[in-house]
């Protein structure tokens, strides 16, 4: 079982930054989704095996910056100017398998979920 630890969340003001990291038990395709009360799961970024392409919401992309660094099987989800919209649930993904420029977009393509961290964006 692939095991994915997250941390990073916690309450920031609107403008406001965090940088979440979820550590892996190995080297998938990863990003990150989140979920706010009464809505689906979304997409909001990820990146690929190799470190290099990215993939971004449209609500996420200029404000958000995802990375990796894989000789600590970590991801990293920087989160600037952050907005009340942004309150949710935050969870960690991993597929089992892909190539080394393989994208996660959809949820339905996700293997491996964090237990998720709350990030609140609140005055």
């Known amino acids: 079982q692939v095991q994915l630890v997250e941390s990073g969340g916690g309450l920031v003001q609107p403008g406001g930054s965090l940088r979440l990291s979820c550590a892996a038990s190995g080297r998938y395709p990863m990003g990150w989704f989140r979920q706010a009360p009464g809505k689906e799961r979304e997409f909001v970024a990820s990146v690929a095996w190799n470190g290099v392409e990215t993939r971004y919401a449209d609500s996420a992309r200029g404000r958000f910056s995802i990375s990796r660094d894989n000789a600590k099987n970590t991801i990293y989800l920087q989160m600037n100017s952050l907005k009340p919209e942004d309150t949710a649930v935050y969870y960690c993904?991993?597929?089992?398998?892909?190539?080394?420029?393989?994208?996660?977009?959809?949820?339905?393509?996700?293997?491996?979920w964090g237990q998720g961290t709350q990030v609140s964006v609140s005055s």
């Open positions: 993904a991993a597929r089992y398998s892909g190539s080394m420029y393989y994208l996660l977009r959809a949820v339905d393509e996700i293997d491996y």
